[in-house]
């Protein structure tokens, strides 16, 4: 219930052939929420999410590479900190990772 849309791209068949035995189990609201895109996902891909915010790599227009968003590297030292430390339910969230850098 977390997940506003998921988008797969550049799928492979065999996962077409797991969607389409998965997907009837999940519940219709979940199932709304992911859009499985083949080879020829840049047009689809656009309408669903703004250009602007979408990577070139993606065929949107943002200038930030795939894998430097400050949301991703937040999450990557997050990430990083909790593979050195051990895992901690006491440790700062997520969402306190981001420190304004990137």
Do not use: H, M
């Amino acid at each position: 219930e977390r997940v506003w849309r998921t988008i797969v791209i550049n799928a492979p068949a065999a996962f077409g052939v797991v969607w389409s035995i998965v997907s009837p189990l999940l519940e219709p609201q979940v199932r709304a929420k992911v859009t499985v895109l083949r080879s020829d996902y840049a047009s689809t891909l656009r309408e669903l999410v703004d250009p602007a915010s979408l990577p070139k790599a993606f065929g949107g227009d943002d200038e930030c590479a795939v894998g430097e968003a400050p949301e991703e590297l937040a999450l990557k030292r997050w990430v990083a900190e909790r593979c050195s430390q051990g895992l901690d339910d006491s440790s700062p969230s997520l969402g306190d990772a981001s420190d304004g850098e990137g």
